[in-house]
């Protein structure tokens, strides 16, 4: 998958039920095209998987949950549940400064081969693999200062809109959210998983300058409200984590 390594943008975030996700999603197609990526993927779809960091204190987790302006924290991202399948792997670190959202990324040097180790193993292994960059010196001194590791996994399925004006603006739905207890990229089946958010889908709107007024009609159209959710921290709540703080 190509990808940009760094961004920084506005995003806004909805939470709809069916009936409605496929109502303003029939509306949308007047104005967004799919994103050349899915195009001849079935249901023009595809998988993401994020194995999320915080640390023993659970403090990205508090610090999103309290509303902070500014925080980030680091995932590993790869687009398969398939240790067979071979996908890309990136380290990222996102965050938030006030209403801008960014994100950082590196490649890791995977070779094609699935990370099969958890937990601490996990961290060096990412630590050692991670493309030298800022992103990976920031990482090792997170897990070194403030002892990051893998809290919990986030598994969803993604489809992804490109406006047909305006190369800036895209539109994702994301459904079939699951979290699941583990601290590696391949759990074993034993480990807890979840479903989160059951019968809605995440539509996520991003854009780095303004909404387009034809979006803006659809926000009235339909009474859209927009929502303040963080995958990892509905994750850490569905899954009762952050109760047990080491």
Known sequence: MKTKL????????????????????RELQFFLEFDPYVEDKPDHQYFVRSLYFDDPSFTSFYEKHDGLHTRSKFRVRTYTNDVEVSAPSFLEIKGRH??????????????????LDTGSKFTKKVTKIATPSNVRQQFQYEVYRKRIRPVALVDYWRRPYVSVYDPEFRLTFDERLYATNTVGLFPESSCTRRMMVAGYTVVEVKFRRHIPSWFHRIIQSYQLRRVSISKICEAVETLEIAENLS
């Open 6 to 25: 760094h961004f920084a943008r506005f995003e806004f975030k909805y939470v709809l039920p069916k009936t409605l996700r496929d109502d303003v999603e």
């Open 98 to 115: 006030n209403n801008l959202v960014f994100k950082h990324r590196c490649e890791l040097a995977t070779d094609g081969e699935p990370i």
